[in-house]
């Protein structure tokens, strides 16, 4: 059942960023980091939690969850650190998933040897 909730809650939230890239004169970035700050924010007021336990990767892979990870982050380094955790604590919290996704690219572009557009 696990598969079944992220399956549907992931496609439910990309079904609605696509409705939201067609409605609207958004551009791409500006969607992606409203789903970041929305992420965020649904964090602090502790939503996004119990909605993570329920859908599992369905909620934690798209953006809303990287928002949710930015969060946690933030907010562990505030509690430990003081002030100067807001600076630090997203970095903090989101290296690993930023670097793998560095790696994997680089590694990605060897296999396919992209090329530029003319």
Sequence with gaps: MD???AFWVGGL????????MEKTKLLPGRIMVLLVCAGAVLGAI??????QKFAGAGASVPLLGFGNVLW???QKA????GFIGIFMGGFTAS??????????????????QPKMKK
Excluded: H, M, R, T
Aim: hydrophobic residues 60%; glycine residues 4%; contains cysteine.
């Design 78 to 81: 505030v509690d430990s650190d």
């Design 95 to 112: 290296a690993v998933g930023i670097s793998a996704a560095l790696v994997f690219a680089y590694l990605a572009s060897l296999v396919f």
């Design 3 to 5: 598969y079944i909730n």
């Design 72 to 74: 946690k982050g933030i």
């Design 46 to 51: 502790q939503i996004y939690e119990p909605f």
């Design 13 to 20: 939230i990309c079904a609605l960023v696509q409705i939201l």
